[in-house]
């Protein structure tokens, strides 16, 4: 699976759109781009996931460049419960696969 | 729906000591599930696929006879850590993929293990 690159950590106010950024340059056609979120100490919670259209769902949208070169992950009014690290992962899907997790980048929601 | 439940949520132990930990996918069956390990401030690393019905693929550096998985239905797979010793100390999470579902998996909780 590709490799992603997220920015380390990211403050963001309470309230306002959260927008992390993920380059996956060398990301293969059938690989999609997955998020997911880790709060502490508990395990990682799936987000949203796109090939290549833009997608939403109730949690948040993911926005895709139409070179598939990079995305941007949108929490559109952060709360404070939203303070967590988020994985962006380009993924094949594939069964016998897992995830390869990245360091991803801690957001902290401040009030 | 899609929920996986993990038992016991931490655990400790003596060094010398067998731990199992049990991954369940509650309202959905999974052919495969993964176990993942995280020590403080890392990011999970995957450490095996378990099939249902068959032998666990392990990644490399992941010693087989010490972490035995056993994937006896499809709905539970279990993690023991044999002769546990302080450096095995961490936080163990498993996945879960529907069988409906090619390309989601769903994340149990956690178990915190910590070997004295």
């Known amino acids: 699976d590709a490799k992603t690159t997220q920015p380390p950590s990211m403050d963001c106010a309470e309230g306002r759109a959260a927008n992390l950024p993920c380059n996956h340059s060398?990301?293969?056609?059938?690989?999609?781009v997955y998020w997911y979120r880790q709060i502490h100490s508990q395990g990682p919670q799936y987000i949203i996931h796109?090939?290549?259209n833009n997608e939403t769902n109730e949690m948040a949208s993911l926005i895709i460049t139409e070179d598939r070169k990079s995305s941007t992950l949108i929490l559109p009014h952060a709360t404070l419960r939203d303070t967590a690290v988020y994985y962006c992962?380009?993924?094949?899907?594939?069964?016998?696969?897992?995830?390869?997790f990245g360091k991803g980048t801690h957001l902290i929601i401040q009030p | 729906g899609a929920v996986v439940s993990q038992h016991p949520s931490r655990v400790i132990c003596k060094s010398g000591t067998s731990v199992k930990i049990e991954c369940r996918s509650l309202?959905?069956?999974?052919?495969?599930m993964f176990w993942y390990r995280q020590f403080p401030k890392q990011s999970l690393m995957l450490m095996a696929t378990?099939?249902?019905?068959?032998?666990?693929?392990?990644e490399q550096g992941v010693e087989k006879d010490k972490f035995l998985i056993n994937h006896a239905s499809l709905t539970l797979s279990t993690l023991t850590v044999t002769s546990a010793h302080p450096e095995d100390s961490s936080f163990y999470i498993c996945?879960?993929?529907?069988?409906?579902?090619?390309?989601?998996?769903?994340f149990g909780p956690g178990t915190r293990l910590t070997v004295l």
């Open positions: 996945s879960a993929r529907p069988l409906e579902a090619y390309n989601e998996q769903f």
């Open positions: 060398t990301i293969s056609g059938n690989e999609y």
């Open positions: 796109g090939l290549k």
């Open positions: 992962i380009a993924y094949s899907g594939g069964g016998a696969d897992g995830l390869t």
């Open positions: 309202d959905f069956q999974a052919t495969t």
């Open positions: 378990s099939n249902e019905g068959s032998k666990a693929t392990y």
